[in-house]
């Protein structure tokens, strides 16, 4: 194994997504180092949902997704999860009729008490706003709250890959910033690992230290981390989201 391949905690190669009779994505090759945030950045129908869930299990796919040097292209979705690949759904996907108190639980349920309570405290402190709603329904939560409790969940697992679904799906901007501010706070004291898809670039800049931009689910850009911050760098993704079709770029959201 190589120093570079090393430094990467995954590894995805030449993955293929197949729904009906063609392929949505299409062998599509990148890497997120360990500690790291990377972002799959795209128009709806992009493909990076897809590819999102092809490396969490949930989608069959072709291809090689390599997770801490090992090959987890044969696991179920169960068996990546165990070995601490972790999605957090697009829309939030919360149990609205149990508490939110119960849904941390959820997340942490293979787990032994005293290591739950610890990561529910560390949860709580990430995300005060949900801390006084523990015995309310989730489904009566705001959305901002209930992207809050669906990261916290993935977080009470332990995750060493986090897979984030269109975190600011459906929230106001004041929301997308709190949320990703959070979010922000988490990476840099727990050294976390995560790959997150969005269609907002601005959201994705503030957090991810390389980018992908994905369009007919093909990779079509790349950025590191001082083009993310940069104006040459939102250039360069707005030229790939949109390509060749510039009366589109009234629809893009970078």
């Known amino acids: 194994m190589s120093e570079a391949q090393a ?3 995954l590894e995805v190669e030449d993955l293929t997504v197949r729904y009906g009779a063609g392929p949505v994505v299409h062998g599509v090759r990148f890497g997120v180092r360990r500690g790291c945030v990377g972002a799959l950045l795209g128009a709806n129908g992009a493909g990076k949902s897809s590819t999102l869930r092809a490396i969490a299990g949930l989608e069959a796919a072709q291809g090689r997704v390599r997770f ?3 090959d987890v292209s044969h696991m179920n979705v ?4 165990r070995a601490g690949i972790v999605y957090v ?3 939030r996907a919360i149990v609205a009729d149990i508490s939110v108190a119960e849904n941390l639980t959820l997340g942490g349920y293979f787990v032994d008490a005293g290591t739950r309570v610890r990561r529910r405290d560390m949860v709580l402190d990430f995300f005060p706003e949900i801390a006084n709603r523990l015995k309310a329904p989730a ?9 809050m409790l669906a990261i916290g ?3 009470m697992s332990g995750p060493r890959l986090l897979l984030l679904d269109e975190p600011s799906l459906g929230l106001a901007p004041l929301l997308v910033a709190r949320v990703y501010e959070r979010l922000a706070r988490i990476q840099q004291e727990q050294s976390l690992t995560a790959l997150l898809v969005e269609q907002s670039f601005h959201a994705a800049a503030k957090l991810a230290s390389h980018a992908w931009v994905m369009r007919h689910g093909h990779i079509v850009g790349e950025l590191d981390e001082p083009l ?3 104006r040459e760098g939102r250039q360069r993704a707005v030229d790939a989201y949109l390509g060749a079709r510039q009366d589109e770029r009234a629809d893009a959201h970078i």
């Open 68 to 70: 801490d040097g090992h």
């Open 78 to 81: 169960a068996a990546r999860f």
């Open 153 to 155: 969940r993935g977080l």
């Open 89 to 91: 759904p697009e829309g």
């Open 139 to 147: 489904g009566l939560l705001s959305g901002g709250e209930q992207q």
């Open 7 to 9: 430094e990467r905690l």
């Open 228 to 230: 993310l911050r940069s």
